[in-house]
């Protein structure tokens, strides 16, 4: 049993080496602040604000730990114990500095996001390498945390044998949902915000559509006109046909109708004037114009074209409608019957 005189010792020991570095990180952390605040406050620096408010949050558990790290090594404890000891506080100082670094960069990230608001092809891009970083930062760091605990990452890796095969073999398709990925953010395809048209936009069977509200790392989320929410894989996005509403500056629409063999020629006549009462009342509408088609099995056809000074898919759908209900009320004012195609 050790005396009560030596535990009287080391705890007095203990004691003075936890009160002393406790005292010297936080002058350390007065120092350090009163830099790092007085960098801030230059314009363009957010950068040292963000890094200066993640220390100050987080100082006292570091100065705690790094206090009792050094306490504790006056205490006659075992080899074994103080390498353990050791690995214990490395693994903390990795994870913390790893935490920090993290910080800095998602900061950095939203900055650059920030910047580039009106470029969402650009911040969808950022965001989407952003989080690439962030898994192989975490990656490497857990890899080296298994290397300190004293296992070799070499032999680990190739102990898994079989098993490392067949989980290449069924991680198959995550991978390359991966790569695909990878394809959509470098080709700029479409961003976040975007409305697309997955196949024909012409409407073929079993075609899909919507707003991206997410790109991931192996799917895409779409929000739907109808509301559904839409998760297509990144694979199916790079084999189809993607028509991306939101590249346009503008869109062409048209609308098909015809009328009545028994309409008189002469109110045929005034179908420009009556599209153009109609297209004058759209704030959308640029320009527009009636084309006849043929004559039908129940009467003559016509094709309203009009421009629209818009992309946005809701948009274009609500003023389409507003004009087809606007023609049929104008033809039926007129006189003019419509039927069937």
Known sequence: MVPWDILFF???GVVIVFVAIFCLMRLIEWLLFKRLSAAADQPNHQILLVMAGSLKNSWLFLTLIIASYFALQVTPISLQAQESLNRVFFIILIVYFTWLIHRLITCQTELLIADRKDKRRSVTSIKFFNRIFDIFLWVGVGLLIISILGYDITVLLAGLGIGGVLFAVASQKIFADLFYSFALHSDHIFAEGDFIIIGDFRGSPGNAGGRIERIGLRS???????GESLIVANQELTSKIIYN???KKDTRMSLLFSVSYETKAEKLGQLDKLVNEVLAHQNLVRSGQ???????????SFELVYELETSDYSEMQLVHRQIGLALKEKLDQTG???VGS
């Open 10 to 12: 080391v705890a007095l």
């Open 220 to 226: 895409t989320h779409l929000r739907a006109p109808t």
């Open 245 to 247: 509403y939101s590249k």
């Open 290 to 300: 009636v084309i006849f088609r043929e004559f039908g099995p129940n009467g003559p």
């Open 336 to 338: 003019i019957k419509m």
